[in-house]
């Protein structure tokens, strides 16, 4: 456990300084964020500074046996399982902000004098964005996400194959009600922390989503991630249908694929249907708005797929001429022959061939997931933990002088003014995030740079200590994965001049 400073003390309770609610611990309790304890009148860090422990060599590269410009003599360390990296899950706050950040770790890399500075940020300004690997309608884009009857973000803007959802930000923790404020809070916490959350579309579907697993869509687990749009999916597929059916009709909400009228089919000189699409043509062989949004075929709101189909031509059509539907994963299919009468005839049996060309499409399908990005911008007071003039880090980090992680995963910077930062939660500890009741989030943060490089960004120079001071103090220790991208690692940042 990590010990804090600590300032007053009245009636033996401890004043924790660690944020804004400013809380009077008695011995033996926690203070309303559960992070920090009073124990026999210490304040304590409940929650363990935790390293991570690189198992997978440089990048997961072979190591090799003659040293080059920047690596140390070998010394038989193949995976170099001595090289820690200190995250910040677990280190304490900088607030009230004067403070330098509560680890400032030095450490020799590849040659090269480096500093980690790790802090735990105070979030007002953060949320998460979701994806949601499916075609299903969830509900209309700016509608809102109710947890328990309160709104704590809204619907947004589609992706291929996905729906998106915007959780948290500071208008729903900070501009609401205390309840929304106090909700919101805990559902970013909870999705960061890959817990599962229970959502409301307003107007829409019910959601339960835990990060990297299946999303549920009104009870309903999601198994798989389209292939590709109705269009798509014919181009993908055309050479192995032609010699099969004489017609394929791929269903999709956004763009619906005909082989007859596509390019595709025309290449493949696959002769005309007379096939009538309702919807709205786009180029041939694609049709927009060939029926509402829903849980259906596709996306779309039909369970029934000849709903999307007008007369055959009868100067085209013929009595025999063969027709396969399916969706874009290939959950929902059908063989029809059309009858003397030019309507398509259900058929009981599928020919093995084309079950077997349905089966790849389902098989190009990747897993449905749910993925949970924690997005946070790193304010002033923030900064100023790394350094005494803030806006020296915030040009070093545009520069690529400092390389930012989130729990050791790295983060991707967005670009213009401020640290705005977005992380897979995944690729973190688990039990990452906390909060304070204020109400905001609590995240990991770490700034990793040349000593010289941190110095010169004035740097808390004071508070440097070397690494194996930290890794004293760490109660856990994690392996890096294969996946992982070691924050010390040169090729994350430039080396300098």
């Known amino acids: 456990m990590v010990k804090q400073q600590v300032e007053s003390a ?67 360390d193949l995976v ?85 959802l915007s959780i948290g930000g500071v208008h729903h923790l900070t501009g609401g009600s205390k309840k929304e404020g106090r909700v919101t809070c805990d559902t970013i916490l909870r999705l960061c922390n890959r817990e599962s959350v229970d959502l409301v579309i307003d107007g829409g579907a019910t959601l339960t989503l835990t990060a990297g697993c299946p999303p549920i869509i009104n009870g309903v687990e999601e198994s798989r991630m389209r292939v590709g749009c109705g269009s798509a999916t014919i181009g993908m597929f055309a050479k192995q249908w032609k010699d ?37 043509r786009s180029t041939p062989g694609r049709y927009f708005q060939v029926a509402e949004p829903g849980t259906g075929w596709g996306g779309t709101n039909v369970s029934d797929p000849l709903a999307i ?17 399916v969706s874009t994963t290939g959950e929902q299919y059908g063989y029809y022959i059309l009858d003397h009468q030019l309507r398509p005839v259900l058929q009981d049996i599928l020919p093995a061939a084309i079950q077997e060309t ?10 449905a997931m749910t993925s ?8 002033g007071s923030l ?12 040009r070093s980090v545009k520069d690529a002088l400092t390389y930012v992680s989130v729990g050791g995963a790295p983060a991707y910077v967005w670009p213009g003014g401020g640290i705005t930062v977005m992380a897979d939660v ?16 609590v995240a990991p943060i770490e700034f990793t740079m040349r000593l010289e490089d941190y110095r010169a960004l004035g740097g808390h120079m004071d508070a440097v200590i070397p690494v194996e001071r930290a890794v004293e103090q760490a109660e856990r220790r994690i392996a890096s994965t294969e996946d992982s991208v070691w924050p010390m690692d040169g090729k994350n940042f430039r080396w300098g001049a």
């Open 80 to 164: 170099h399982a001595s090289t820690p990296f200190v995250t910040a899950v677990g280190a304490g706050t900088t607030y009230p902000d004067y403070k330098p950040a509560p680890f400032i770790v030095s450490q020799t890399h590849a040659g090269v004098d480096m500093v980690t500075v790790v802090t735990e940020g105070i979030f007002s300004y953060c949320g998460a964005k979701i994806k949601i690997d499916t075609d299903r309608f969830i509900g209309p884009e700016t509608a809102k996400v109710l947890v328990d009857g309160e709104p704590v973000g809204h619907v947004t803007t589609g992706e291929y194959g996905s729906q998106m």
């Open 358 to 367: 349905v089966e790849i499409v389902a098989e190009n399908c990747e897993p």
């Open 309 to 325: 189909l007008g007369d055959f031509d009868p100067k085209v059509a013929y009595p025999g001429l063969r027709l396969l539907m």
């Open 244 to 280: 099969m059916v004489d017609e394929v009709v791929v269903v999709d909400d956004h763009i619906t694929g005909v082989l007859s009228e596509h390019q595709a089919g025309k290449l493949l000189d696959v002769a005309p249907t007379g096939i009538k699409i309702k919807g709205r």
């Open 10 to 76: 009245v009636n033996g309770k401890i004043r924790c300084d660690a944020c804004p609610v400013m809380c009077y611990i008695a011995d033996g309790r926690s203070g309303a964020c559960d992070r920090y304890a009073n124990v026999g009148g210490e304040l304590i860090r409940v929650d363990p500074l935790t390293i991570i422990e690189n198992t997978i060599g440089d990048g997961g590269k072979v190591v090799a046996f003659l040293p080059d410009e920047r690596s140390e003599d070998w010394n038989g």
């Open 383 to 394: 900064r100023a933990g790394v350094t005494t003039n803030p806006v020296r880090l915030t």
């Open 372 to 379: 949970v990005l924690f997005i946070g911008g790193a304010g």
């Open 426 to 441: 995944t690729r973190m500890p688990t039990n990452s995030f906390g909060y304070v009741p204020t109400p905001a989030i």
